[in-house]
């Protein structure tokens, strides 16, 4: 049987899990699950592990000094509650969607749609904000870069760079993720070591003295920790591009957060007993560099920020265009964003769709306010999808492939700690989240007059349940 054919299962379409490379559904190109357990952890680390690091030190440390470090530990604490609900989440399903599908299941289709707006929102946003970044970085190395001219042509051939790679396969994008995600390490573990051997032989230059943070200070620190963290939900969106979401899911979310969390708290470590005022800086890790590696380490610290954004693009234009793709599969966006390439396998729409949205904010916007962006929005996003682990634990029958211990308990903390964090945000981003949320009310009632066919909440929770009875081999 040829690629091309459709493969007849002597079963009912809607119960299909694509599982094989290459098939056709009723005569439409479908996806390639081309991405591995460790393309998927890597595509998390990528995501998680991005130009935040490069910044947030010295704003961390200004709020709780030298004790700063231990709020990247309580921020992780928050996180894995937040990852652990999502974990099994994303084992429930194996369509493309991630925060926006759970949501549309548990709660319909005005929830699932508002929910694709801000995940939407916050992924386009985080990826202007880090080609602003870059751009931003370049300009110490090469001033030219503070031209306007020479930072938009730059954004615009990076974006187009990347948009083709993942338009001409799955594989070739995560490749180069996969690479990133390897290199990006590199300068964060060579600043870990030559820092903490520095404070080891000659001791901290810094005077220590006893601290004392309000709590409205600890909050808002692990406010600016916990978007150090946030992202990893953007590589559950290309599920339906995955070989094994239910099982490789999980363990690619736990993996992510353990790299990631002691790189955050040691990097914080060094940075702060190295510089007598990190708070003065807006490079902490180059300045601290300055003190204990010299120049060399200093152009590996620049390199590294360069390849952590660089990595950043990478994974973002992997996952994020499935976003679209998942809101046109079932049918809450135009149709086009479900196309697949007739070569190869990829929603090529919905990617130059992305592209444009990104190339176009990054232009139009800054790092600060694209970052501001981000943030509520996330918060949200997660809010709804703790949300939605008890409601679906009783619309579905199906044992997932990992099931949280006392998820319904975990679920609550998690909606409980998003809407602390909330607490702590301006009327600027409330009104972007309010604003998104009346463009996603509109989509809402122009898709609703024509009702999704065989791709409803029913439907879905179908495929969820039967989903290992009717699955095809590979």
Same mark, same amino acid.
Request: glycine letters at 8%; aromatic letters at 10%.
């Given at each position: 049987?040829?690629?091309?054919?459709?493969?007849?299962?002597?079963?009912?379409?809607?119960?299909?899990?694509?599982?094989?490379?290459?098939?056709?559904?009723?005569?439409?190109?479908?996806?390639?699950?081309?991405?591995?357990? /460790?393309?998927?952890?890597?595509?998390?680390?990528?995501?998680?592990?991005?130009?935040?690091?490069?910044?947030?030190?010295?704003?961390?440390?200004?709020?709780?000094?030298?004790?700063?470090?231990?709020?990247?530990?309580? !921020?992780?604490?928050?996180?894995?509650? =937040?990852?652990?609900?999502?974990?099994?989440?994303?084992?429930?399903?194996?369509?493309?969607?991630?925060?926006? $599908?759970?949501?549309?299941?548990?709660?319909?289709?005005?929830?699932?749609?508002?929910?694709? /707006?801000?995940?939407?929102?916050?992924?386009?946003?985080?990826?202007?904000?880090?080609?602003?970044?870059?751009?931003?970085?370049?300009?110490?190395? /090469?001033?030219?870069?503070?031209?306007?001219?020479?930072? *938009?042509?730059?954004?615009?051939?990076?974006?187009?760079?990347?948009?083709?790679?993942?338009?001409?396969?799955?594989?070739?994008?995560?490749?180069?993720?996969?690479?990133?995600?390897?290199?990006?390490?590199?300068?964060?573990?060579?600043?870990?070591?030559?820092?903490?051997?520095?404070?080891?032989?000659?001791?901290?230059?810094?005077?220590?003295?006893?601290?004392?943070?309000?709590?409205?200070? /600890?909050?808002?620190?692990?406010?600016?920790?916990?978007?150090?963290?946030?992202?990893?939900?953007?590589?559950?969106?290309?599920?339906?591009?995955?070989?094994?979401?239910?099982?490789? *899911?999980?363990?690619?979310?736990? $993996?992510?957060?353990?790299?990631?969390?002691?790189?955050?708290?040691?990097?914080?470590?060094?940075?702060?007993?190295?510089?007598?005022?990190?708070?003065?800086?807006?490079?902490?890790? =180059?300045? !601290?560099?300055?003190?204990?590696?010299?120049?060399?380490?200093?152009?590996?610290?620049?390199?590294?920020? *360069?390849?952590?954004?660089?990595?950043?693009?990478?994974?973002?234009?992997?996952?994020?265009?499935?976003?679209?793709?998942?809101?046109?599969?079932?049918?809450?966006?135009?149709?086009?964003?479900?196309?697949?390439?007739?070569?190869?396998?990829?929603?090529?729409?919905?990617?130059?769709?992305?592209?444009? *949205?990104?190339?176009?904010?990054?232009?139009?916007?800054?790092?600060?306010?694209?970052?501001?962006?981000?943030?509520?929005?996330?918060?949200?996003?997660?809010?709804?999808?703790?949300?939605?682990?008890?409601?679906?634990?009783?619309?579905?029958?199906?044992?997932?492939?990992?099931?949280?211990?006392?998820?319904? $308990?975990?679920?609550?903390?998690?909606?409980?700690?998003?809407?602390?964090?909330?607490?702590?945000?301006?009327?600027?981003?409330? $009104?972007?989240?309010?604003?998104?949320?009346?463009?996603?009310?509109?989509?809402?009632?122009?898709?609703?007059?024509?009702?999704?066919?065989?791709?409803?909440?029913?439907?879905?929770?179908?495929?969820?349940?039967?989903?290992?009875?009717?699955?095809?081999?590979?």
């Amino acid at each position: 049987m040829s690629p091309g054919d459709t493969f007849e299962a002597g079963c009912d379409l809607s119960f299909f899990v694509r599982r094989i490379r290459f098939q056709r559904v009723q005569g439409k190109a479908s996806l390639v699950r081309a991405i591995g357990r /460790w393309s998927l952890a890597a595509l998390m680390i990528n995501i998680v592990i991005g130009s935040g690091i490069f910044g947030l030190p010295s704003k961390i440390a200004s709020l709780t000094g030298r004790q700063s470090p231990f709020v990247f530990l309580f !921020a992780a604490a928050g996180i894995i509650v =937040i990852a652990a609900c999502l974990a099994e989440l994303s084992s429930r399903f194996s369509e493309s969607g991630g925060p926006y $599908l759970y949501t549309r299941v548990a709660f319909g289709r005005f929830v699932g749609i508002q929910t694709g /707006w801000l995940n939407g929102l916050s992924r386009a946003t985080a990826t202007a904000a880090s080609a602003n970044l870059l751009t931003v970085y370049l300009a110490d190395f /090469w001033p030219r870069f503070d031209h306007r001219f020479a930072a *938009a042509s730059t954004i615009t051939l990076l974006l187009a760079m990347l948009a083709v790679l993942n338009i001409r396969g799955v594989k070739m994008g995560t490749g180069t993720n996969n690479l990133l995600a390897i290199i990006k390490l590199v300068p964060l573990l060579v600043f870990i070591v030559q820092g903490c051997v520095f404070l080891s032989t000659r001791g901290t230059p810094v005077f220590v003295a006893r601290e004392s943070h309000s709590p409205n200070a /600890w909050l808002n620190a692990m406010l600016l920790a916990i978007v150090a963290y946030v992202g990893f939900e953007a590589a559950l969106i290309p599920a339906a591009e995955v070989k094994s979401p239910e099982r490789d *899911a999980p363990i690619a979310i736990l $993996l992510a957060l353990a790299i990631s969390t002691p790189i955050y708290v040691l990097v914080q470590f060094v940075t702060v007993h190295t510089l007598c005022d990190p708070a003065q800086t807006q490079r902490p890790l =180059i300045a !601290a560099a300055h003190t204990f590696g010299g120049a060399p380490l200093v152009a590996l610290i620049g390199a590294g920020v *360069a390849l952590s954004i660089l990595g950043y693009l990478a994974a973002g234009m992997i996952a994020s265009p499935r976003v679209l793709f998942a809101l046109a599969e079932q049918q809450d966006f135009p149709r086009c964003f479900a196309a697949v390439h007739s070569r190869y396998r990829t929603p090529y729409v919905s990617i130059v769709s992305f592209a444009a *949205a990104v190339w176009i904010l990054a232009l139009l916007g800054n790092f600060t306010w694209n970052a501001r962006l981000t943030a509520v929005s996330r918060l949200v996003t997660y809010a709804l999808s703790c949300a939605a682990l008890p409601v679906l634990r009783r619309k579905t029958t199906r044992q997932p492939g990992f099931r949280l211990p006392a998820g319904d $308990l975990l679920a609550g903390i998690g909606v409980v700690l998003c809407g602390v964090l909330l607490t702590q945000i301006g009327k600027g981003e409330v $009104l972007v989240v309010w604003a998104t949320l009346m463009i996603g009310s509109v989509n809402w009632l122009i898709v609703n007059c024509r009702p999704a066919r065989g791709y409803g909440e029913a439907s879905i929770i179908r495929r969820a349940n039967h989903s290992r009875r009717h699955s095809l081999p590979l």
